[in-house]
């Protein structure tokens, strides 16, 4: 059986730990060559070296995608080693939580740079590759805090909710010249810096049960799960899915009462 993702070059940012690693682990299995940005610089190279004994093809970038001149040379880097990009993962983010106006200023633009001007910096870097080759496909990894509001969370709503904004504006653009571009919304997913936030609280694993007690299936999504839905969007076998969000948070999000 042909594997899902032969021939396609994926970058997939925020690659070193959590959903990105989980990505970047489903897409070899595939037979994508892979370019793995992070800031971690350690990780993501020890990620790369483990990929690449195993027998895949994987490549280690360094870059803080809130830089774009970082952005464009991690990139070039990458098409210089393996040839055109052909996928892009935003996957790279970070939590900024404040009271709005408690909220310094560079919180902000931290959050803005981040989880949103660093999507734009990455899409704009690879998307001439897409175009020259009349095929591509962006997947950009947002949340459930795109369309649901938890009080607490700001800025980082206002960011994925324009991470939606930035996804169905660059899929209407380019879809007359083949190219893709659709996000996933994960919910509660079992990564460390969701296992960090339980250890916040006074019982970490009360914290953890009533969360799981609010989710449809009774418990948190896993890395993998969002793995393998950046591998259906990024395969061809989603030739007409464009500027759409996929949702994968048990169903939480459709509930209406507790």
Known sequence: MTARLTDKHILVTGAATGIGRAIAEACV????????????GDNVER?????????????????DIADRAMVD???AK??????????LVNNAGMN???????????????????DLEGAWFCSRAVLPDMLAQGDGAIINIASTHSFSIIPGCFPYSVAKHGLIG?????????APRGV???AIAPGYIATSAVEAHWQSFD??????????ALLPPGRLGQPEEVAMTVVFLASDEAPFINASCLTIDGGRSVVYHD
């Open 96 to 114: 900024v939580f404040h009271d709005p106006l408690a909220m310094p200023d560079d919180a902000w633009q931290l959050c803005l740079a981040v």
């Open 166 to 174: 930035l996804t169905r504006s660059l899929g209407i653009e380019y």
């Open 47 to 63: 990620l790369a070296a483990q990929l690449r004994s195993e027998g895949h093809n994987a490549q280690a970038l360094v870059a």
């Open 73 to 75: 040379a991690a990139v």
């Open 29 to 40: 299995r595939e037979g994508a060559t892979v370019a793995l940005l992070d800031r971690d």
């Open 203 to 212: 019982d970490p694993v009360a914290a953890k049960a009533r969360i799981e």
């Open 78 to 87: 990458a098409r210089e080693i393996n040839g055109p990009l052909t996928t």
């Open 180 to 182: 893709r571009v659709n």
